[in-house]
């Protein structure tokens, strides 16, 4: 039924219980994914996650972001300037409680650290760790 509404999951992975998911027709999941219990997306500027990922219990993805400023009458509008896509790419995983923000691509075999706050785009094959998450280790790449 989610595939009829617009969303692009492969059929080899799995979406655990309580994810939520802003706008099911800028999501896509690559192969062999695995998304863990009550994550949040926010997809209103699009969100891909490639093959072999696993996004850890109750991280959140975000794509949008408001003005900071206010006129105390009015909601706080969008900030056009500091939305955009998230992109996981493959082998990624991003551990418990990991917060994403606007724009960031977390590049191929890398790991983010269970509650840390990406801010930035995260090169691939490291770790990254922390508030705001900064690069920690490197990591070996292994062929099979």
Not at 85 to 100: K, R
């Amino acid at each position: 039924m989610l595939k009829w509404i617009g969303l692009k999951i492969h059929s080899s992975s799995k979406l655990g219980r309580g994810v939520f998911i802003q706008d099911y027709g800028k999501f896509r999941v690559g192969y062999k994914s695995i998304v863990n219990n009550h994550v949040y997306f926010d997809s209103s500027y699009g969100i891909t996650i490639g093959n072999g990922c696993d996004i850890g219990f109750k991280s959140c993805l975000i794509t949008s972001t408001h003005k900071l400023e206010s006129d105390f009458e009015n909601d706080r509008p969008i900030d056009e300037n500091r939305c955009g896509p998230i992109i996981i790419e493959d082998f990624v995983w991003i551990g418990a409680n990991a917060t994403i923000l606007p724009g960031v691509t977390v590049k191929r075999g890398s790991v983010v650290a269970a509650c840390a706050l990406v801010t930035k785009d995260v090169e691939e094959n490291c770790v990254v760790a922390g508030v705001p998450a900064k690069k920690v280790k490197s990591l070996k790449v292994t062929a099979q």
